[in-house]
């Protein structure tokens, strides 16, 4: 069982694995711990977007919409590869998923397929949203690709978690996409060789 990193621990680690931080307004407090716990934590969750344009997806990110407010995600990961800090705490992002990934993803274990939504994934998973389409034609840049590996070995290493930690949406939640253009397998082995 992890406790989350502190705001200071967070942003900290992103910086020493080399990534280009912006703190965006109150991120520090901006969360929705009033409707639930944050923590213990066991893995990252790595998301598309689903929307175009770097300044207007961190703000739907930040402050979320109609049915969802926001954070909906710790971290925006934008094509220039820059992480936009955007909440700290419960956010938005995971949903409800099936308990028997999270235990694998606990375990450090190969997945199982995702077929339940019996499980608060919020309480669980930091989040990183990724500026893109989705429709698996929007390209991601190399310097997007590497800053979601750098990213989530960042908190990957200051939990002593091996890369089996991270997951994307669509192996946690039925009928989920995202991300969508790159395999989270690939990305698994490129947080792997980081931590090395």
């Not at 926001?70 to 992002?93: A, F, M």
Request: glycine share 12%; hydrophobic share 35%; net charge negative.
């Amino acid at each position: 069982m992890a406790s989350p990193l502190s705001a200071n621990r967070f942003l900290d680690c992103l910086r020493d694995e080399g990534l280009t931080v912006v703190q965006v307004g109150d991120w520090r407090e901006h969360n929705r711990n009033h409707v639930g716990p944050w923590g213990p934590v066991h893995g990252v969750m790595i998301h598309h977007t689903a929307s175009r344009g770097s300044a207007a997806t961190v703000q739907l990110c930040r402050n979320g919409y109609a049915g969802l407010p926001g954070p909906l995600c710790h971290g925006v990961i934008t094509k220039d590869g820059r992480v936009h800090l955007v909440g700290h705490g419960r956010t938005n992002h995971a949903g409800s998923g099936d308990d028997d990934v999270l235990r694998a993803v606990i375990a450090e274990k190969a997945l199982p397929p995702d077929n339940e939504q019996n499980t608060d994934g919020n309480r669980h998973f930091y989040g990183f949203e990724c500026e893109n389409l989705g429709d698996g034609e929007d390209p991601w840049p190399e310097v997007q690709l590497e800053a979601v590996e750098r990213a989530a070995a960042a908190i990957c290493r200051q939990h002593g978690w091996t890369h089996r930690s991270v997951i994307g949406h669509l192996e946690w939640q039925p009928g989920k996409v995202d991300p969508r253009g790159f395999t989270m397998t690939s990305m698994r082995a490129r947080i792997a060789e980081r931590l090395k």
